[in-house]
């Protein structure tokens, strides 16, 4: 058939490609979809299949470069929460299966292949706005409608130099992407194709065989059964039946070459992949993080080894804790006297550097470098005993600070000390000055009409403060724009979590479900994106009332309560140790036979009231529970809940105060909104269920455990405890009044 006249009057124009190459505006432009950033770094990540608008076909996400530079201080709590997070998820896989192997848990990125430990490599990331991500057609496996032939292509270049044909065994083609693809926990996925993978014994190597043994390489599927494992391939040749069976090539070389070298016997059970949908959650689960911003960069420098001097001399400025340190002049004689005085020279200088550097613009990196260089030389010196280190008035605390480098960074009362220091300073202290928090009990006129009526005002203290003693809280302060750091920086296939049961004819294998950093960008030398989101959200700060928790723990008979003079936040450092990553001493279990500690009884009141608190404000604001998240700073008595959504702040904290203040400070202290609905099967395991306070573990900063509504109404002990324990007294209790 000839093609149609062109009777159009631009018939003869030039184009405007002919004789040189094509404009700008004149290059094809792919097709777009809008969606929204935190969608982008999660639900569109790289990696992600999913449905082009309209249902026009399957693609699978890729990384476009859109670097995103972020402050030194947040850069490095990025990295500083990757490493806890991955640390944790490979301590989990090891105590659940310690013949796993490491490339098998975690990405090769994440850790050193020569020591085995958690290692990240800065360098080999990169932090990115998620303006934009990328797509390609995936899977390239197809399926006619009419017979149900399978036509697969190895590229998208393939595919476009040999389209798929318009007919088919005869009659026109339906071709369709197959919608099931394979999917395995260690982060891979394969089209749902007939071709399997199977090692060769004389090499080692695994290959894929494209052909039946008959020789034919076409093949029908047959996919009208209702599961997966009715369904088969079956050879055009032949007519051989397949089933849905496909091993995963790398896990399937890894351990054959382990097998191969004397290690284990595996089973295929743990190299075969699973067909989902491509639609299904257990195709992709991004794994994300976040925090709260600070801008001093002292939250990261003095949690590091040669920042000690420093860390003490804070600590003891923060707990009010004698500090006797030798005198500059001390330092330099005896640097001196040592024969070292080229060392005292150079530190000068670098302290020199440091300051000129400081006054210069944009030189506070290069200022804190030079400080860095300078504390390492003054460390030295003490580590070399050429000078005392100084003298805290507490050796149990310095000794903590030595052995804080093998706690769990999560709970670590040092470190987040540190933080509620900064954060005070930053996010209230200074915030007040630009009306970005205000204390509740000092409301402007944003937060309260009252304001402007002494009288009023005179009556809204009183209310509010009331409440708020009854409750044991000392300060509550509503901050307007508390910076969240929210990131995304790798997936999982399968399984959300470390372990996965594969379950198969009755056998069931726990499975290492690799945690797996994104596909590397294009021309950045193999860099995986890290995507960052910032934004200011409310948030509600909550600093309970000292003396009423020195009289809780008193009446709860605590074995370490310290003497009068010496403060609960001492206290709680002195006498902490290492609650572990996952909590394991305070999980559901057969009651133990510790004594009541003040750093667990602590956590449990504050972990407990931030939960309570977080249920109120989702009731009263309209929040969404999942969306609140917290933050707890023990030794300091002290936690903030706050919005942790990316979508713009509506300000539901801020309008929940000024019309519902009262309502939400009462129905926290509300004995109804104390009971459980699970009522005294809840009691009988502690105090803590899914119907009260408990909340979802994207939110929660502890998954769940060290909790109890006993601490507050008081009532069944934790269950965790002997089972000879008396039981609890609340700490709303009124016998706890002053």
Same mark, same amino acid.
């Given at each position: ?78 990295? #500083? ?73 190895? !590229? ?11 007919? +088919? ?46 020789? !034919? ?17 079956? +050879?055009?040749? +032949? ?109 000068? #200088? ?144 399968? !399984? ?22 994104? #596909? ?133 904290? !801020? ?36 119907? +009260? ?46």
């Amino acid at each position: 058939m000839s093609e149609p006249r062109d009777n159009s009057p631009d018939r003869y124009r030039r184009p405007t490609t002919m004789g040189g190459r094509r404009t700008k505006d004149d290059l094809p432009k792919p097709p777009v979809m809008s969606r929204s950033r935190t969608q982008l770094a999660t639900s569109y990540a790289p990696g992600v299949l999913f449905t082009w608008e309209g249902g026009k076909g399957i693609c699978r996400s890729v990384p476009v470069d859109r670097e995103l530079k972020v402050d030194s201080t947040t850069r490095a709590l990025i990295f #500083d929460s990757m490493r806890e997070f991955i640390s944790n998820w490979r301590t989990r896989i090891a105590a659940a299966i310690p013949e796993a192997l490491d490339d098998l848990s975690i990405d090769r990125s994440f850790f050193d292949a020569y020591s085995g430990r958690v290692q990240i490599d800065a360098g080999k990331f990169r932090t990115v706005s998620p303006d934009v991500v990328g797509y390609v057609p995936y899977p390239l496996i197809y399926r006619c409608g009419t017979c149900g032939r399978v036509r697969e292509f190895q !590229s998208v270049e393939e595919q476009a130099r040999s389209p798929l044909p318009k007919t +088919c065994h005869g009659h026109q083609a339906r071709w369709t992407q197959i919608d099931v693809v394979y999917v395995h926990w260690s982060g891979n996925v394969e089209p749902l194709s007939p071709f399997n993978y199977n090692p060769d014994p004389n090499t080692g190597q695994v290959n894929q065989i494209r052909v039946c043994t008959c020789g !034919s390489d076409r093949f029908i599927l047959h996919n009208k059964a209702p599961v997966f494992a009715e369904w088969r391939f079956v +050879c055009e040749g +032949c007519k051989e039946s397949r089933p849905l069976k496909k091993a995963d090539r790398e896990v399937l070389e890894r351990l054959y070459g382990e097998q191969q070298a004397g290690g284990r016997q595996f089973q295929y059970l743990e190299v075969n992949m699973i067909p989902v949908s491509y639609r299904a959650n257990s195709a992709f689960y991004p794994q994300r993080s976040s925090f709260i911003k600070f801008n001093d960069s002292s939250v990261v420098d003095l949690m590091t080894g040669e920042r000690t001097s420093d860390l003490l001399r804070t600590l003891a400025r923060i707990h009010r804790i004698p500090f006797d340190e030798p005198s500059r002049d001390e330092v330099a004689t005896a640097v001196k006297v040592s024969g070292r005085e080229g060392e005292w020279q150079e530190f000068e #200088d670098l302290e020199g550097l440091a300051e000129r550097a400081a006054s210069a613009p944009g030189g506070e990196a290069r200022s804190r470098r030079y400080l860095d260089q300078a504390e390492a030389i003054r460390e030295q010196w003490f580590s070399d005993e050429l000078v005392s280190r100084g003298k805290l008035a507490s050796p149990t605390l310095m000794q903590a600070v030595l052995a804080r480098q093998t706690w769990a960074r999560r709970f670590d009362p040092i470190r987040l000390t540190i933080q509620h220091d900064v954060f005070e300073r930053e996010h209230i202290v200074d915030a007040m000055t630009r009306h970005a928090a205000v204390d509740v009990l000092k409301p402007d006129i944003t937060l309260s009409a009252v304001v402007n009526e002494q009288q009023a005002l005179e009556r809204y203290r009183g209310e509010i403060g009331g409440l708020l003693e009854h409750s044991g809280i000392d300060r509550m302060v509503l901050i307007r724009g508390l910076p969240i750091c929210e990131f995304s920086f790798g997936f999982t296939r399968v !399984s959300s979590t470390p372990i996965y049961q594969r379950e198969h004819n009755g056998q069931s294998l726990a499975m290492p479900v690799r945690l797996n950093a994104f #596909d590397t960008l294009p021309n950045t030398g193999g860099k995986h994106p890290i995507y960052v989101t910032e934004q200011n959200n409310e948030a509600l700060y909550v600093k309970l009332d000292e003396g009423r928790v020195r009289r809780w723990l008193e009446r709860n008979g605590i074995a370490d309560m310290p003497a009068p003079e010496v403060s609960i936040g001492r206290a709680y450092l002195e006498s902490y140790e290492d609650f572990g990553p996952f909590l394991e001493a305070y999980k559901d279990r057969e009651r133990g036979s510790s004594d009541r500690r003040l750093p667990a009884y602590v956590y449990l009141l504050l972990h407990t009231l931030s939960h309570q608190l977080m249920h109120s404000l989702a009731e009263v604001s309209g929040l969404d529970r999942d969306g609140i998240g917290e933050h707890i700073f023990p030794a300091d008595l002290a936690f903030v809940v706050y919005r942790k959504g990316m979508t713009p702040d509506l300000g539901n904290v !801020s309008a929940m105060w000024r019309n519902h203040a009262l309502e939400f400070l009462r129905r926290n202290i509300d004995q109804r909104m104390l009971r459980c609905g699970s009522g005294s099967l809840c009691d009988a395991r502690g105090g803590a269920c899914p119907a +009260c306070v408990m909340v979802s573990e994207v939110s929660c900063i502890a998954s769940n455990l060290l909790l109890s509504r006993s601490a507050l109404k008081g009532g069944s002990k934790p269950e965790w405890e002997a089972a000879i324990a008396p039981d609890l007294i609340g700490y709303f209790d009124p016998v706890l009044d002053e």
